[in-house]
């Protein structure tokens, strides 16, 4: 139930600038109530148009750009922490889940690669909270950092 106060909270405070700037333009183009709603309308509207055009934006920018900049972090993040190559006898998927479990099970590998892969959980847990965009995101660059740092065997 809180979910939906606080989301319904938000939506509140979210309109009210809008019927602010839409009194402010009934105001001063128009003559009342109905120029009033028309305004809110247009400003309405173009909310949703400059949404949709970020969204596009950070979609873009995310494939072009922030997925290489972030595998490679990633890979540099696996290279400081001592992530121990995958195992070419291993019959699982060899997604990055797999190996982190594998790595956490295994009494030889390192201890800073234990803790960087439980600060990884953290990230997948935020990334998780974020939205399924942000997941899936987080999931896929994490498999792709894990072959180029440790190509599988094909």
Excluded at 71 to 83: H, I, K
Excluded at 102 to 112: C, N, T, W
Aim: proline fraction near 6%; charged fraction near 20%.
């Amino acid at each position: 139930m809180d979910r939906y106060l606080s989301r319904f909270i938000s939506l509140a405070l979210l309109l009210v600038p809008f019927a602010a700037l839409a009194y402010f333009l009934a105001t001063a183009f128009g003559s009342g109530r109905p120029d009033f709603w028309k305004a809110f309308e247009v400003v309405v509207a173009g909310s949703i148009f400059f949404r949709i055009m970020d969204g596009i934006g950070n979609s873009l920018a995310w494939r072009l750009h922030d997925r290489r900049q972030v595998v490679r972090q990633l890979v540099a993040f696996f290279g400081a922490n001592s992530f121990p190559p995958r195992d070419p006898n291993h019959v699982l998927p060899a997604d990055f889940s797999t190996y982190a479990c594998r790595v956490e099970a295994d009494p030889h590998a390192p201890q800073s690669a234990k803790n960087a892969i439980a600060s990884l959980n953290l990230l997948a847990t935020v990334a998780q909270s974020r939205g399924m965009i942000a997941e899936a995101r987080f999931h896929k660059v994490t498999d792709m950092a894990l072959d180029v740092y440790s190509p599988p065997d094909r």
